[in-house]
């Protein structure tokens, strides 16, 4: 059974910074793009960063020059260092992997249930 669970959350004053990861298990045959999203208290649910398996990034414009998304493929794992932290940026942030689990289909979305970012003015 695949699971991706994120931890590194938690409650930081404006200004600072937190790191995120997400690990992914379970048998899988292979990870394509992986990602962050998050959603903000009574918000839908955006983008913020994106790594493809060869290492392109993409970033939301709200993000850019303050997040930086990475990840080891080794660990199976996806990271997002969040520096310069504004209040805007509470909530709860969730990753999410496309991958297949076998060689014969196609790759499929899977998420993590979420970690909470609380940024404090």
């Known amino acids: 059974q695949v699971q991706l669970v994120e931890s590194g959350g938690g409650l930081v004053q404006a200004g600072g910074s937190l790191r995120l990861s997400c690990v992914v298990s379970?048998?899988?045959?292979?990870?394509?793009?992986m990602g962050w999203y998050r959603q903000p208290p009574g918000k839908q649910r955006e983008l913020v960063a994106t790594?493809?398996?060869?290492?392109?990034?993409n970033y939301a414009d709200s993000v850019k020059g303050r997040f930086t998304i990475s990840r080891d493929n080794a660990k199976n794992t996806v990271y997002l260092q969040m520096n310069s932290l504004e209040p805007e940026d509470t909530a709860v942030y969730y990753c999410?992997?496309?991958?297949?689990?076998?060689?014969?289909?196609?790759?499929?979305?899977?998420w993590g249930r979420g970690t909470q970012v609380t940024v404090s003015s």
């Open positions: 379970g048998s899988i045959y292979s990870i394509n793009d």
């Open positions: 999410s992997a496309k991958l297949r689990v076998y060689l014969w289909e196609a790759d499929n979305d899977y």
């Open positions: 790594i493809t398996g060869g290492g392109s990034t």
